[in-house]
Protein backbone atom coordinates (compact mmCIF):
# COMPACT_ATOMS: atom_id res chain seq x y z
CA UNK A 1 0.00 0.00 0.00
CA UNK A 2 1.42 3.38 -0.95
CA UNK A 3 2.38 5.65 1.96
CA UNK A 4 -0.36 7.94 3.76
CA UNK A 5 0.20 11.06 5.40
CA UNK A 6 -0.91 9.50 8.50
CA UNK A 7 2.29 7.03 8.41
CA UNK A 8 4.62 9.79 7.48
CA UNK A 9 3.25 11.98 10.33
CA UNK A 10 3.32 8.67 12.75
CA UNK A 11 7.92 8.75 12.09
CA UNK A 12 9.08 10.07 15.36
CA UNK A 13 12.62 10.56 14.46
CA UNK A 14 10.68 13.25 11.66
CA UNK A 15 9.20 15.52 14.96
CA UNK A 16 5.89 15.71 12.65
CA UNK A 17 3.05 17.50 14.04
CA UNK A 18 -0.44 17.14 12.27
CA UNK A 19 -2.20 20.37 13.29
CA UNK A 20 -5.08 21.05 10.43
CA UNK A 21 -7.32 18.76 7.99
CA UNK A 22 -7.23 15.41 9.89
CA UNK A 23 -10.02 14.66 7.71
CA UNK A 24 -7.03 14.06 4.45
CA UNK A 25 -4.71 12.19 6.79
CA UNK A 26 -5.58 8.66 4.22
CA UNK A 27 -4.30 10.35 1.58
CA UNK A 28 -1.65 8.68 -0.18
CA UNK A 29 1.69 10.32 -1.29
CA UNK A 30 3.31 9.97 -4.33
CA UNK A 31 6.18 12.25 -4.18
CA UNK A 32 7.50 15.14 -1.87
CA UNK A 33 8.34 18.54 -3.46
CA UNK A 34 9.91 21.50 -1.95
CA UNK A 35 8.71 24.86 -3.15
CA UNK A 36 8.97 28.74 -2.26
CA UNK A 37 7.19 30.00 -5.60
CA UNK A 38 3.94 31.44 -5.63
CA UNK A 39 1.95 28.73 -6.99
CA UNK A 40 4.33 25.69 -7.54
CA UNK A 41 1.03 23.57 -8.64
CA UNK A 42 2.25 23.65 -12.09
CA UNK A 43 5.31 21.07 -11.51
CA UNK A 44 3.36 18.93 -8.78
CA UNK A 45 1.12 16.12 -9.82
CA UNK A 46 -2.13 14.38 -7.76
CA UNK A 47 -0.41 12.80 -4.58
CA UNK A 48 2.49 15.18 -4.01
CA UNK A 49 3.36 16.82 -0.61
CA UNK A 50 4.58 19.62 -0.85
CA UNK A 51 7.08 21.36 1.56
CA UNK A 52 7.58 25.01 2.33
CA UNK A 53 8.73 27.64 4.59
CA UNK A 54 5.83 30.18 3.32
CA UNK A 55 8.55 33.03 2.89
CA UNK A 56 6.27 33.67 -0.30
CA UNK A 57 3.13 33.83 1.22
CA UNK A 58 2.88 36.49 3.60
CA UNK A 59 0.15 38.85 2.10
CA UNK A 60 -3.32 38.12 3.61
CA UNK A 61 -5.07 35.54 1.61
CA UNK A 62 -2.06 34.11 -0.39
CA UNK A 63 -1.99 30.62 2.09
CA UNK A 64 -5.70 29.93 1.73
CA UNK A 65 -5.18 30.43 -2.09
CA UNK A 66 -2.29 28.02 -2.01
CA UNK A 67 -4.32 25.61 -0.05
CA UNK A 68 -7.35 25.71 -2.83
CA UNK A 69 -4.61 25.50 -5.51
CA UNK A 70 -3.18 21.87 -3.64
CA UNK A 71 -6.55 20.93 -3.47
CA UNK A 72 -7.28 21.54 -6.96
CA UNK A 73 -4.69 18.74 -7.92
CA UNK A 74 -5.27 16.49 -5.57
CA UNK A 75 -2.28 17.08 -3.82
CA UNK A 76 -1.83 14.78 -0.62
CA UNK A 77 -0.76 17.91 2.02
CA UNK A 78 1.33 20.39 3.32
CA UNK A 79 4.59 20.56 5.44
CA UNK A 80 5.25 23.64 6.31
CA UNK A 81 8.47 24.52 8.28
CA UNK A 82 7.97 26.25 11.16
CA UNK A 83 10.45 29.08 12.63
CA UNK A 84 11.94 30.57 9.43
CA UNK A 85 8.81 32.30 7.95
CA UNK A 86 6.43 31.58 10.38
CA UNK A 87 7.01 31.09 14.34
CA UNK A 88 3.66 28.76 13.74
CA UNK A 89 1.11 27.63 11.57
CA UNK A 90 -0.65 30.54 10.64
CA UNK A 91 -4.57 29.86 11.44
CA UNK A 92 -5.52 31.27 7.62
CA UNK A 93 -4.10 28.29 6.59
CA UNK A 94 -5.32 26.16 9.51
CA UNK A 95 -8.77 27.06 8.64
CA UNK A 96 -8.46 26.86 4.82
CA UNK A 97 -6.91 23.26 5.21
CA UNK A 98 -9.85 22.37 8.02
CA UNK A 99 -12.29 23.63 5.30
CA UNK A 100 -10.84 21.86 2.35
CA UNK A 101 -9.78 18.54 4.44
CA UNK A 102 -6.24 18.42 2.97
CA UNK A 103 -3.67 17.93 5.85
CA UNK A 104 -1.03 20.26 7.51
CA UNK A 105 1.83 18.96 9.02
CA UNK A 106 4.09 21.47 11.01
CA UNK A 107 7.80 20.75 10.13
CA UNK A 108 9.78 21.91 12.97
CA UNK A 109 12.98 23.76 12.77
CA UNK A 110 15.64 20.98 13.61
CA UNK A 111 13.54 18.71 10.77
CA UNK A 112 15.51 19.41 7.12
CA UNK A 113 12.82 18.75 3.86
CA UNK A 114 15.72 16.75 2.72
CA UNK A 115 14.87 13.71 5.59
CA UNK A 116 11.60 13.47 5.03
CA UNK A 117 11.87 13.50 0.73
CA UNK A 118 14.72 10.52 2.16
CA UNK A 119 11.93 9.16 4.15
CA UNK A 120 8.67 8.83 1.37
CA UNK A 121 11.63 7.89 -1.21
CA UNK A 122 13.21 4.86 1.12
CA UNK A 123 8.94 4.20 1.40
CA UNK A 124 8.20 4.09 -2.31
CA UNK A 125 11.20 1.81 -3.47
CA UNK A 126 10.45 -0.61 -0.59
CA UNK A 127 6.87 -0.53 -1.86
CA UNK A 128 8.15 -0.81 -5.69
CA UNK A 129 10.48 -3.80 -4.50
CA UNK A 130 7.34 -5.45 -2.56
CA UNK A 131 5.10 -4.90 -5.68
CA UNK A 132 7.91 -6.57 -8.11
CA UNK A 133 8.22 -9.74 -5.47
CA UNK A 134 4.41 -9.97 -5.26
CA UNK A 135 4.37 -9.90 -9.13
CA UNK A 136 7.15 -12.28 -9.59
CA UNK A 137 4.95 -14.66 -7.04
CA UNK A 138 1.78 -13.89 -9.23
CA UNK A 139 3.20 -15.05 -12.62
CA UNK A 140 4.34 -18.44 -11.03
CA UNK A 141 1.23 -18.77 -8.92
CA UNK A 142 -0.97 -17.96 -12.43
CA UNK A 143 1.32 -20.50 -14.24
CA UNK A 144 0.39 -23.37 -12.03
CA UNK A 145 -3.24 -22.39 -11.76
CA UNK A 146 -3.99 -22.72 -15.54
CA UNK A 147 -2.06 -25.99 -15.18
CA UNK A 148 -4.03 -27.45 -12.32
CA UNK A 149 -7.17 -25.70 -12.59
CA UNK A 150 -7.44 -24.54 -15.97
CA UNK A 151 -6.91 -20.80 -16.46
CA UNK A 152 -10.52 -19.55 -16.43
CA UNK A 153 -11.37 -21.17 -13.14
CA UNK A 154 -8.20 -20.36 -11.44
CA UNK A 155 -7.18 -17.08 -12.73
CA UNK A 156 -9.12 -14.71 -11.05
CA UNK A 157 -8.47 -16.50 -7.67
CA UNK A 158 -4.97 -16.29 -8.12
CA UNK A 159 -5.22 -11.96 -9.14
CA UNK A 160 -7.92 -11.36 -6.52
CA UNK A 161 -5.11 -13.06 -3.70
CA UNK A 162 -2.24 -11.46 -5.08
CA UNK A 163 -3.65 -8.05 -5.34
CA UNK A 164 -6.21 -7.40 -3.93
CA UNK A 165 -9.98 -6.65 -4.45
CA UNK A 166 -12.01 -8.56 -6.99
CA UNK A 167 -11.04 -10.53 -10.52
CA UNK A 168 -13.42 -11.67 -13.04
CA UNK A 169 -13.43 -13.46 -16.30
CA UNK A 170 -16.33 -11.73 -18.10
CA UNK A 171 -17.44 -13.86 -21.71
CA UNK A 172 -18.42 -12.52 -24.84
CA UNK A 173 -21.72 -12.49 -23.98
CA UNK A 174 -21.19 -9.99 -20.70
CA UNK A 175 -22.33 -12.96 -18.43
CA UNK A 176 -19.46 -13.54 -16.18
CA UNK A 177 -17.62 -16.81 -16.56
CA UNK A 178 -15.55 -16.90 -12.97
CA UNK A 179 -15.18 -14.40 -10.12
CA UNK A 180 -13.32 -14.26 -7.17
CA UNK A 181 -14.07 -13.79 -4.19
CA UNK A 182 -17.38 -15.61 -5.26
CA UNK A 183 -19.61 -12.08 -2.99
CA UNK A 184 -18.36 -9.58 -5.84
CA UNK A 185 -20.58 -11.28 -8.65
CA UNK A 186 -23.12 -8.47 -8.27
CA UNK A 187 -20.79 -6.22 -8.55
CA UNK A 188 -18.98 -7.74 -11.37
CA UNK A 189 -22.54 -8.02 -13.07
CA UNK A 190 -23.13 -4.03 -12.36
CA UNK A 191 -19.78 -3.11 -14.30
CA UNK A 192 -20.59 -5.24 -17.29
CA UNK A 193 -22.19 -2.39 -19.35
CA UNK A 194 -18.80 -0.07 -19.00
CA UNK A 195 -16.21 -2.69 -19.52
CA UNK A 196 -18.73 -3.78 -22.95
CA UNK A 197 -18.86 -0.10 -23.88
CA UNK A 198 -16.04 0.31 -25.96
CA UNK A 199 -15.62 -3.18 -28.21
CA UNK A 200 -12.60 -3.18 -29.78
CA UNK A 201 -10.48 -1.82 -27.37
CA UNK A 202 -8.30 -4.21 -26.05
CA UNK A 203 -7.20 -2.74 -22.52
CA UNK A 204 -9.13 -0.05 -20.02
CA UNK A 205 -8.39 1.37 -16.83
CA UNK A 206 -10.68 3.69 -15.31
CA UNK A 207 -9.65 5.47 -12.07
CA UNK A 208 -12.18 6.06 -9.37
CA UNK A 209 -12.54 8.15 -6.04
CA UNK A 210 -13.10 4.54 -4.43
CA UNK A 211 -10.40 2.86 -6.93
CA UNK A 212 -9.55 1.75 -9.72
CA UNK A 213 -11.19 -0.87 -12.83
CA UNK A 214 -8.34 -2.31 -15.30
CA UNK A 215 -9.60 -4.36 -17.99
CA UNK A 216 -7.86 -6.83 -20.78
CA UNK A 217 -9.52 -8.07 -23.64
CA UNK A 218 -9.28 -11.45 -24.19
CA UNK A 219 -8.78 -13.57 -27.79
CA UNK A 220 -6.66 -12.38 -30.75
CA UNK A 221 -7.98 -9.28 -32.19
CA UNK A 222 -11.16 -9.89 -34.73
CA UNK A 223 -11.95 -12.67 -32.13
CA UNK A 224 -12.37 -11.14 -28.23
CA UNK A 225 -13.92 -14.16 -26.32
CA UNK A 226 -14.63 -11.02 -23.54
CA UNK A 227 -12.35 -9.50 -20.91
CA UNK A 228 -10.59 -10.00 -17.95
CA UNK A 229 -11.12 -7.91 -15.21
CA UNK A 230 -9.82 -6.63 -11.97
CA UNK A 231 -10.79 -4.12 -9.34
CA UNK A 232 -9.59 -2.74 -5.99
CA UNK A 233 -9.36 0.07 -4.22
CA UNK A 234 -5.86 1.96 -5.18
CA UNK A 235 -4.20 1.77 -8.74
CA UNK A 236 -2.48 -0.91 -9.93
CA UNK A 237 1.68 -0.44 -10.51
CA UNK A 238 3.59 -0.69 -13.61
CA UNK A 239 4.64 -4.72 -12.81
CA UNK A 240 1.18 -5.49 -11.18
CA UNK A 241 -0.17 -4.22 -14.49
CA UNK A 242 2.03 -6.68 -16.42
CA UNK A 243 0.42 -9.31 -13.88
CA UNK A 244 -3.05 -8.58 -15.35
CA UNK A 245 -1.61 -8.84 -19.00
CA UNK A 246 0.14 -11.74 -18.38
CA UNK A 247 -3.32 -13.68 -16.72
CA UNK A 248 -5.21 -12.39 -19.77
CA UNK A 249 -2.63 -14.55 -22.15
CA UNK A 250 -3.14 -17.23 -20.41
CA UNK A 251 -7.01 -16.87 -20.30
CA UNK A 252 -6.25 -16.12 -23.80
CA UNK A 253 -4.55 -19.20 -24.75
CA UNK A 254 -6.91 -21.23 -23.01
CA UNK A 255 -10.28 -20.00 -24.82
CA UNK A 256 -8.55 -20.21 -28.12
CA UNK A 257 -7.64 -23.63 -27.54
CA UNK A 258 -11.30 -24.56 -26.28
CA UNK A 259 -12.41 -22.74 -29.27
CA UNK A 260 -10.22 -25.23 -31.71
CA UNK A 261 -10.89 -28.07 -29.88
CA UNK A 262 -14.63 -27.18 -29.89
CA UNK A 263 -14.31 -26.74 -33.46
CA UNK A 264 -12.43 -30.39 -33.99
CA UNK A 265 -15.01 -31.94 -32.02
CA UNK A 266 -17.55 -30.95 -34.16
CA UNK A 267 -15.69 -32.75 -36.69
CA UNK A 268 -15.53 -36.01 -34.95
CA UNK A 269 -16.92 -38.72 -36.85
CA UNK A 270 -20.20 -39.14 -35.65
CA UNK A 271 -20.85 -42.49 -36.89
CA UNK A 272 -17.34 -44.00 -35.11
CA UNK A 273 -18.24 -42.23 -31.97
CA UNK A 274 -21.55 -44.07 -31.22
CA UNK A 275 -19.58 -47.86 -32.37
CA UNK A 276 -17.48 -47.09 -29.97
CA UNK A 277 -19.73 -46.28 -27.42
CA UNK A 278 -21.46 -49.79 -28.58
CA UNK A 279 -18.40 -51.63 -28.06
CA UNK A 280 -18.64 -52.23 -32.00
CA UNK A 281 -14.61 -51.50 -32.85
CA UNK A 282 -12.17 -53.85 -32.12
CA UNK A 283 -10.10 -52.73 -28.60
CA UNK A 284 -7.61 -51.45 -31.49
CA UNK A 285 -9.51 -49.76 -33.89
CA UNK A 286 -11.03 -48.25 -30.85
CA UNK A 287 -7.93 -46.97 -29.38
CA UNK A 288 -6.39 -45.66 -32.44
CA UNK A 289 -9.71 -43.62 -33.13
CA UNK A 290 -9.94 -42.29 -29.42
CA UNK A 291 -6.01 -41.10 -29.72
CA UNK A 292 -7.06 -39.03 -32.88
CA UNK A 293 -9.34 -37.27 -30.88
CA UNK A 294 -7.16 -35.77 -28.05
CA UNK A 295 -8.03 -39.33 -25.87
CA UNK A 296 -6.38 -41.50 -23.89
CA UNK A 297 -7.82 -44.90 -24.82
CA UNK A 298 -6.63 -46.02 -21.39
CA UNK A 299 -7.90 -43.11 -18.97
CA UNK A 300 -11.93 -42.99 -20.82
CA UNK A 301 -15.52 -42.18 -18.62
CA UNK A 302 -18.44 -41.75 -20.43
CA UNK A 303 -20.88 -38.99 -19.37
CA UNK A 304 -24.54 -39.16 -20.35
CA UNK A 305 -26.96 -35.83 -20.21
CA UNK A 306 -30.19 -35.73 -20.34
CA UNK A 307 -32.08 -33.16 -21.46
CA UNK A 308 -34.96 -31.42 -18.98
CA UNK A 309 -36.77 -30.65 -22.20
CA UNK A 310 -36.89 -30.81 -25.62
CA UNK A 311 -33.16 -28.53 -26.45
CA UNK A 312 -32.27 -28.87 -29.55
CA UNK A 313 -28.76 -26.73 -28.44
CA UNK A 314 -28.17 -29.12 -25.96
CA UNK A 315 -25.43 -30.56 -27.95
CA UNK A 316 -23.54 -27.57 -28.43
CA UNK A 317 -23.80 -26.35 -24.83
CA UNK A 318 -22.19 -29.01 -23.55
CA UNK A 319 -19.62 -28.72 -26.49
CA UNK A 320 -19.02 -25.10 -25.08
CA UNK A 321 -18.97 -25.51 -21.72
CA UNK A 322 -16.46 -28.70 -21.73
CA UNK A 323 -14.02 -25.43 -23.56
CA UNK A 324 -10.86 -27.28 -23.08
CA UNK A 325 -11.16 -30.50 -21.54
CA UNK A 326 -10.20 -33.46 -23.13
CA UNK A 327 -13.49 -34.72 -24.49
CA UNK A 328 -15.80 -35.46 -27.33
CA UNK A 329 -19.29 -35.05 -27.43
CA UNK A 330 -22.39 -36.73 -29.77
CA UNK A 331 -26.46 -37.22 -29.49
CA UNK A 332 -28.02 -40.58 -29.39
CA UNK A 333 -31.54 -41.15 -31.21
CA UNK A 334 -33.39 -40.26 -27.93
CA UNK A 335 -31.85 -36.69 -27.70
CA UNK A 336 -29.52 -37.83 -25.08
CA UNK A 337 -26.26 -35.80 -25.22
CA UNK A 338 -23.14 -38.67 -25.15
CA UNK A 339 -19.71 -37.39 -23.93
CA UNK A 340 -16.69 -39.46 -23.88
CA UNK A 341 -13.64 -37.66 -22.02
CA UNK A 342 -9.96 -38.36 -20.47
CA UNK A 343 -9.42 -36.54 -17.28
CA UNK A 344 -12.15 -36.98 -15.86
CA UNK A 345 -12.26 -34.35 -13.20
CA UNK A 346 -12.15 -31.43 -15.41
CA UNK A 347 -14.70 -33.00 -17.78
CA UNK A 348 -17.10 -33.21 -14.60
CA UNK A 349 -16.39 -29.82 -13.43
CA UNK A 350 -16.93 -28.07 -16.71
CA UNK A 351 -20.32 -29.58 -17.01
CA UNK A 352 -21.01 -28.82 -13.32
CA UNK A 353 -20.36 -25.31 -13.30
CA UNK A 354 -22.13 -24.62 -16.96
CA UNK A 355 -25.50 -25.27 -15.17
CA UNK A 356 -27.10 -27.11 -18.41
CA UNK A 357 -30.44 -27.78 -18.41
CA UNK A 358 -30.84 -31.25 -17.86
CA UNK A 359 -29.16 -33.81 -15.84
CA UNK A 360 -25.54 -35.06 -16.28
CA UNK A 361 -24.73 -38.83 -15.34
CA UNK A 362 -21.03 -40.43 -15.20
CA UNK A 363 -20.11 -43.83 -15.85
CA UNK A 364 -17.63 -46.01 -14.27
CA UNK A 365 -13.76 -45.42 -15.55
CA UNK A 366 -13.48 -47.28 -18.98
CA UNK A 367 -10.38 -48.18 -21.44
CA UNK A 368 -11.10 -47.91 -25.25
CA UNK A 369 -12.84 -51.05 -26.86
CA UNK A 370 -14.91 -51.55 -23.85
CA UNK A 371 -17.26 -48.69 -23.12
CA UNK A 372 -20.45 -49.91 -23.49
CA UNK A 373 -20.85 -50.36 -19.52
CA UNK A 374 -19.92 -46.98 -19.02
CA UNK A 375 -21.82 -45.60 -21.21
CA UNK A 376 -24.99 -47.65 -19.69
CA UNK A 377 -24.18 -46.42 -16.12
CA UNK A 378 -23.79 -42.99 -16.89
CA UNK A 379 -27.15 -43.46 -18.91
CA UNK A 380 -28.83 -44.74 -15.88
CA UNK A 381 -26.86 -42.08 -13.43
CA UNK A 382 -28.56 -39.41 -15.09
CA UNK A 383 -32.22 -40.88 -15.74
CA UNK A 384 -31.97 -41.71 -11.46
CA UNK A 385 -30.48 -38.17 -10.94
CA UNK A 386 -33.34 -36.72 -12.79
CA UNK A 387 -35.55 -38.53 -10.37
CA UNK A 388 -34.09 -37.61 -7.68
CA UNK A 389 -33.58 -34.17 -8.81
CA UNK A 390 -29.44 -34.17 -8.43
CA UNK A 391 -28.25 -32.11 -11.42
CA UNK A 392 -24.58 -34.36 -11.33
CA UNK A 393 -24.85 -38.34 -10.57
CA UNK A 394 -21.85 -40.83 -10.58
CA UNK A 395 -23.24 -44.05 -11.02
CA UNK A 396 -20.60 -45.13 -8.11
CA UNK A 397 -23.32 -43.28 -5.96
CA UNK A 398 -25.67 -45.33 -6.30
CA UNK A 399 -23.86 -49.23 -5.58
CA UNK A 400 -26.48 -51.25 -6.00
CA UNK A 401 -27.34 -50.03 -9.94
CA UNK A 402 -23.74 -49.83 -10.02
CA UNK A 403 -23.64 -53.89 -9.50
CA UNK A 404 -25.99 -54.57 -11.74
CA UNK A 405 -24.57 -53.25 -14.20
CA UNK A 406 -20.64 -53.57 -13.93
CA UNK A 407 -19.10 -56.08 -16.13
CA UNK A 408 -18.94 -59.07 -14.85
CA UNK A 409 -21.06 -57.83 -11.58
CA UNK A 410 -16.87 -57.60 -10.07
CA UNK A 411 -18.44 -54.65 -7.55
CA UNK A 412 -19.02 -56.49 -4.27
CA UNK A 413 -22.08 -56.54 -2.39
CA UNK A 414 -19.54 -55.27 0.86
CA UNK A 415 -19.14 -51.89 -1.05
CA UNK A 416 -22.86 -51.32 -0.57
CA UNK A 417 -22.68 -52.79 3.13
CA UNK A 418 -19.94 -50.09 3.99
CA UNK A 419 -21.57 -47.03 2.43
CA UNK A 420 -24.96 -47.67 3.27
CA UNK A 421 -25.35 -50.19 6.74
CA UNK A 422 -21.97 -49.27 8.46
CA UNK A 423 -23.26 -45.50 8.98
CA UNK A 424 -26.55 -46.77 10.28
CA UNK A 425 -24.95 -49.08 12.60
CA UNK A 426 -22.83 -46.63 14.24
CA UNK A 427 -25.68 -44.16 14.89
CA UNK A 428 -27.87 -47.54 16.23
CA UNK A 429 -24.92 -48.42 18.32
CA UNK A 430 -24.35 -44.82 19.82
CA UNK A 431 -28.43 -44.62 20.18
CA UNK A 432 -29.36 -47.67 21.11
CA UNK A 433 -31.80 -47.35 18.19
CA UNK A 434 -32.92 -50.40 15.99
CA UNK A 435 -32.61 -48.91 12.67
CA UNK A 436 -31.74 -51.33 10.20
CA UNK A 437 -33.78 -53.59 11.53
CA UNK A 438 -36.78 -51.26 11.53
CA UNK A 439 -35.67 -50.63 8.33
CA UNK A 440 -35.48 -54.06 6.98
CA UNK A 441 -39.27 -54.53 8.00
CA UNK A 442 -40.33 -51.30 6.47
CA UNK A 443 -39.03 -52.64 3.02
CA UNK A 444 -40.22 -55.77 3.41
CA UNK A 445 -43.61 -54.74 3.57
CA UNK A 446 -43.20 -52.43 1.01
CA UNK A 447 -42.97 -49.28 2.90
CA UNK A 448 -46.63 -49.07 4.22
CA UNK A 449 -46.43 -47.59 7.72
CA UNK A 450 -49.28 -49.27 9.24
CA UNK A 451 -47.98 -53.06 8.07
CA UNK A 452 -44.28 -52.56 9.25
CA UNK A 453 -45.39 -50.49 12.65
CA UNK A 454 -47.37 -53.69 13.35
CA UNK A 455 -44.96 -56.23 12.62
CA UNK A 456 -42.39 -54.02 14.88
CA UNK A 457 -44.63 -53.35 17.69
CA UNK A 458 -44.36 -49.67 17.86
CA UNK A 459 -46.22 -46.79 16.82
CA UNK A 460 -46.24 -45.60 13.30
CA UNK A 461 -44.88 -42.15 15.11
CA UNK A 462 -42.05 -43.97 16.08
CA UNK A 463 -41.14 -45.82 12.95
CA UNK A 464 -41.74 -42.36 11.07
CA UNK A 465 -39.01 -40.84 12.99
CA UNK A 466 -36.73 -44.14 12.84
CA UNK A 467 -36.93 -43.53 9.12
CA UNK A 468 -36.46 -40.23 9.60
CA UNK A 469 -32.82 -40.69 11.00
CA UNK A 470 -32.03 -43.08 8.51
CA UNK A 471 -32.81 -40.27 5.67
CA UNK A 472 -30.69 -37.92 7.87
CA UNK A 473 -27.67 -40.68 8.44
CA UNK A 474 -27.58 -41.45 4.33
CA UNK A 475 -28.54 -38.28 3.17
CA UNK A 476 -30.86 -39.46 0.57
CA UNK A 477 -35.01 -39.84 0.90
CA UNK A 478 -35.98 -43.48 0.97
CA UNK A 479 -38.87 -42.17 -1.43
CA UNK A 480 -36.37 -42.98 -4.04
CA UNK A 481 -37.12 -46.80 -5.73
CA UNK A 482 -33.44 -46.99 -6.48
CA UNK A 483 -32.25 -46.41 -2.87
CA UNK A 484 -35.20 -48.89 -1.76
CA UNK A 485 -33.25 -51.37 -3.84
CA UNK A 486 -29.90 -50.33 -2.63
CA UNK A 487 -30.72 -50.86 0.81
CA UNK A 488 -32.41 -54.51 0.28
CA UNK A 489 -29.35 -55.59 -1.32
CA UNK A 490 -27.22 -54.35 1.63
CA UNK A 491 -29.36 -55.79 3.86
CA UNK A 492 -29.57 -59.29 2.42
CA UNK A 493 -25.86 -58.81 1.71
CA UNK A 494 -25.40 -58.09 5.72
CA UNK A 495 -27.53 -60.82 6.91
CA UNK A 496 -25.86 -63.67 4.22
CA UNK A 497 -22.62 -62.42 5.91
CA UNK A 498 -23.57 -62.79 9.58
CA UNK A 499 -25.04 -66.14 8.70
CA UNK A 500 -22.14 -67.09 7.48
CA UNK A 501 -19.90 -65.93 10.35
Known sequence: MPLTVRQLAA???????????EAGLDRAISWVHSSEVGDPTPWLEAGALLLTTAAGHRAPGE?????????????????LAVGVAFDEVPAELREAADAASICVLEVPYETPFVAISQAVAGRIAEERQATLQRALRAHHLLTR????????????????????????????????????PAAATAEV????????????????????????????ALGVRGAEHGHLVVYRDHALEGPEQ?????????????????????????????????????DGLDAGAAARHVRSWGLDPDDLIVMAVLPESGDDG???????????????????????????????????AALADAALPGWVGVGAPATAGALAPSRRQAEEAAHIGSQEDRRMARIEDFDGVSLLLAPGGDV??????????????????DRGIPLTESLRVFLDHNGSWGEASAALGVHRHTLRARMDTVERVLGRSLDSSYLRLELSLALRAHSLATDAG
Open 145 to 180: AALEQGAVRGVPSVLARTLGGWAAIIGGDGRPLSVS
Open 11 to 21: RADLGLRVVAG
Open 189 to 216: EARVPEVRRAPGVRSLALSEPSGQLVGQ
Open 412 to 429: GAGVLVRRLLHPLLRVEQ
Open 63 to 79: LADLTRRLVAIDAAGIG
Open 314 to 348: LLDRVRAALGAARAVATTDARRRVLVLASDADTAC
Open 242 to 278: AVVAAAASLVTYELEHARTAAAHASRVDEPILHELLR
